[in-house]
């Protein structure tokens, strides 16, 4: 008698991939889609999820023309542009807005959006319109670590450093750091 469950083919169908759906222009269009419904996005960004697909898609299939795709996520990242789903300005100004208000600092907002791909001086046509005061920046990140003047008097002499360590990497200048250490919680 043949048990009707064999365990060996059970096993073997469960680890089995799933072949990837053929690469078409519209497939790819409608990955961007689905990715811009999820995420607010660079082109550049949008155009590394793209390009990931279409790698993963052509080791599965060798003879796949990466070329071709190549063209069509282009032809897609344009087509999104000119519909305004895909926009490198609104997108740095939501992300540096976000940025301020988290209490980062000029020089993190701006590797981070190089990062994403978007150019120097859109980065700092957008910085030079937001109110941007890095005293008030280290602030409310000392504020929300709980370090510096919001650390319990008799704990700051002993944590000074670290404390200037953590601001410092956070990406604030030495003399921001420093008066922001020596402040008193009642002068803010």
């Given at each position: 008698?043949?048990?009707?469950?064999?365990?060996?083919?059970?096993?073997?169908r469960k680890f089995q991939k799933r072949?990837?759906?053929?690469?078409?222009?519209?497939?790819?269009?409608?990955?961007?889609?689905?990715?811009?419904?999820?995420?607010?996005?660079?082109?550049?960004?949008?155009?590394?999820?793209?390009?990931?697909?279409?790698?993963?898609?052509?080791?599965?299939?060798?003879?796949?023309?990466?070329?071709?795709?190549?063209?069509?996520?282009?032809?897609?990242?344009?087509?999104?542009?000119?519909?305004?789903?895909?926009?490198?300005?609104?997108?740095?100004?939501?992300?540096?807005?976000?940025?301020?208000?988290?209490?980062?600092?000029?020089?993190?907002?701006?590797?981070?959006?190089?990062?994403?791909?978007?150019?120097?001086?859109?980065?700092?046509?957008?910085?030079?319109?937001?109110?941007?005061?890095?005293?008030?920046?280290?602030?409310?990140?000392?504020?929300?670590k709980k370090i510096g003047p919001f650390?319990?008097?008799?704990?700051?002499?002993?944590?000074?450093?670290?404390?200037?360590?953590?601001?410092?990497?956070?990406?604030?200048?030495?003399?921001?750091?420093?008066?922001?250490?020596?402040?008193?919680?009642?002068?803010?």
């Open positions: 008698m043949i048990p009707l469950n064999n365990p060996v083919k059970d096993n073997e072949p990837q759906k053929k690469i078409t222009p519209q497939r790819l269009k409608n990955i961007a889609l689905y990715y811009l419904k999820r995420f607010e996005s660079s082109t550049e960004k949008l155009r590394n999820v793209l390009q990931k697909r279409v790698t993963s898609y052509k080791r599965e299939n060798p003879d796949f023309d990466v070329e071709t795709a190549g063209q069509w996520i282009e032809e897609i990242l344009q087509e999104l542009h000119r519909l305004h789903y895909l926009d490198d300005a609104r997108y740095a100004e939501i992300k540096i807005r976000n940025y301020l208000s988290a209490g980062k600092p000029e020089r993190y907002i701006q590797n981070k959006l190089r990062e994403k791909g978007i150019s120097e001086q859109q980065i700092n046509e957008i910085l030079a319109t937001q109110e941007y005061n890095p005293h008030e920046m280290a602030l409310r990140l000392a504020q929300r650390r319990p008097t008799e704990q700051r002499r002993d944590f000074r450093q670290k404390d200037m360590g953590t601001l410092i990497r956070a990406g604030f200048d030495y003399d921001v750091v420093c008066e922001v250490l020596n402040m008193q919680l009642e002068e803010q």
